[in-house]
Nanobody
């Protein structure tokens, strides 16, 4: 059984920053690709970023334009998403996802490709 727990969401003003964390438990994650997605009300879940657990390869959605950074802390089994210069359109529930790197590379951007999901954390950006 794989468990993913997100934390760090909240309310922030436009231009501010937040750091989300996803802690994984249940098995060793040295062979897992970890990804972040988000879903705004009435919209489809969209890809944000992904990182390979063992090699630190990364991939980002083009629309981010360098505002977000994904990183991982292997000893803590944690993946983080640093979000800077937040905009009201970044308001959404943010989800952490995982799957085996042998199956899922950092270029896997469709939500349906990932087997394991966290419960999500709300990020609200006020204007």
């Amino acid at each position: 059984q794989v468990q993913l727990v997100e934390s760090g969401g909240g309310l922030v003003q436009a231009g501010g920053s937040l750091r989300l964390s996803c802690t994984a438990s249940g098995r060793a994650f040295s062979s897992y690709t970890m990804a972040w997605f988000r879903q705004a009300p009435g919209k489809e879940r969209e890809f944000i970023a992904a990182i390979s657990w063992s090699e630190s390869n990364t991939n980002y959605a083009d629309f981010l334009k360098g505002r977000f950074t994904v990183s991982r802390d292997i000893p803590k089994n944690t993946v983080s998403l640093q979000m800077n210069n937040l905009k009201p359109e970044d308001t959404a529930v943010y989800y952490c996802a995982a799957d085996l790197s042998a199956i899922r590379s950092v270029f896997s951007v469709r939500p349906g490709l990932y087997r394991y999901w966290g419960q999500g954390t709300q990020v609200t950006v006020s204007s």
